[in-house]
């Protein structure tokens, strides 16, 4: 049983990509909606997948720098059915993990996108532009510095952990 999931995850994500070189219409947005905030990243995204596959088990990297000392709080806002991690990757870097069951066709999750909040449990300044995965806008934008997976392969973005 396990051998026929493995081989049909498989199939799937040969059947995604070669959707992606035709397509191209596979991406994720987001946006910052506190760019003014030094205390603060309220970071909203959405994935839009325009292709007609169905992306299961995905998972979000969104990578920020931190300062050694510090802890990293995540406020949940809205993050639909999925689950949020931090993952720290050194002593100043680290990623939010958002893992997801499943992205359908369209706007996942909605127009609004996800929304979390990122601050230091002390709410000191952090400065958020350092952030590699920074969204450096406070509209919806194309983000090519996010990264989407599935197991260790990657979807959409640059792979930010090589």
């Keep these: ?3 026929c999931m493995k081989l049909t995850k498989v199939i799937v994500l040969a059947l995604f990509f070669a959707t992606l070189l035709f397509a ?3 991406y994720v947005e987001t946006l910052d909606e506190q760019k003014s905030s030094n205390n603060l990243l309220v970071l909203r ?3 839009i997948n325009n292709t007609s596959v169905v992306i299961h088990d995905a998972t979000l990297k969104y990578c920020l720098s931190k300062s050694p000392d ?6 949940k806002y809205y993050i639909e059915d999925s689950r949020i991690s931090v993952e720290n990757i050194d002593s100043t870097n680290a990623c939010l993990n958002i893992k997801m ?5 369209g706007i996942f999750p909605n127009r609004d996108g996800f929304s979390v909040g990122v601050h230091y449990s002390d709410w000191k300044p952090r400065n ?3 952030d590699f995965s ?5 509209a919806f934008s194309k983000a090519d510095n996010v990264a989407l997976y ?3 392969a990657i979807l959409y973005g640059a792979d930010i952990l090589s």
């Design 24 to 26: 191209q219409d596979f």
């Design 150 to 152: 599935i197991d260790d």
């Design 101 to 105: 069951g499943m992205i359908p066709h």
């Design 70 to 75: 510090k802890v990293i709080e995540v406020e």
């Design 128 to 130: 958020k532009s350092l």
């Design 1 to 3: 049983m396990l051998c």
């Design 45 to 47: 995204f959405r994935i």
């Design 134 to 138: 920074n969204p450096k806008s406070s």
